[in-house]
């Protein structure tokens, strides 16, 4: 029986982003946070890593091999209308620098 409540102050565009993901599969979001509670129950922790990410290459330090499939996946996403505006991209990076 479920009769508990779960509340949780997050980023508003990470909420719309995965929530319009979770609709698209046609997955309610209490399934997905049930399924989140089951699981670390069952691993007695988190079920993914929680590690600090290595710093991203530089150009100097990439293979032509490696940049050209990064500007393909870069290209490929922008086909299909993912990822976010230049403008937005750059707003941030100068807000970060505030």
């Known amino acids: 029986m479920k009769d508990a409540t779960v509340s949780a102050r997050v980023e508003f565009d990470v909420k719309n982003e ?14 997905v946070i049930n399924s989140l509670y089951r699981q670390i129950i069952y691993r007695h ?14 150009l100097d330090a990439m293979s032509d091999a490696e940049l050209n499939a990064k500007l393909a996946r ?19 990076l100068e807000g970060n620098l505030r």
């Open 18 to 31: 995965a929530e319009d993901i979770l609709q698209k599969l046609g997955i309610p979001v209490s399934v």
């Open 45 to 58: 922790g988190v079920p993914f890593s929680l590690t600090i990410p290595k710093e991203p290459k530089t």
């Open 74 to 92: 870069s290209y490929e996403q922008s086909l299909r209308g993912e990822g976010r505006p230049f403008t937005e991209v750059l707003d941030e």
